[in-house]
Nanobody, 115 residues
């Protein structure tokens, strides 16, 4: 089982990034997927989630209107499009797959928003 995040990096405030989460080793299309982030010294928090079929999405208040989560089940990939980034978005971003009592986490990708 693998979840591999990519797409992180250094971006200026106001800029955009798209994160990807590529999955393998489990029936991806049956799992809900969520993105979480953890900033230094802070607890991990939910950013956005998407249902197994992609029809239901939810966002943290901090992400509403700026981030968009989507999935491509034939590619076993989930995306997080982030725009109008702020310094407070700086964190390690993780994806999580969950179905019933089965949960998988990726290793994370660093996003740094700085001028």
């Amino acid at each position: 089982v693998q979840l591999v995040e990519s797409g992180g990096g250094l971006v200026q405030p106001g800029g955009s990034l798209t994160l990807s989460c590529a999955a393998s080793g489990f029936p991806f299309s049956t799992y809900a997927i969520s993105w979480h982030r953890q900033a230094p010294g802070k607890e991990r928090e939910l950013v956005a989630s998407i249902s197994s079929g992609g029809g239901i999405t939810n966002y943290a208040d901090s992400a509403k209107g700026r981030f968009a989560i989507s999935r491509h089940n034939t590619k076993n990939t989930v995306y997080l499009q982030m725009s109008r980034l702020k310094s407070e978005d700086t964190a390690v971003y993780y994806c999580k797959a969950i179905w019933r009592d089965s949960t998988y986490w990726g290793q994370g990708t660093q996003v740094t928003v700085s001028s």
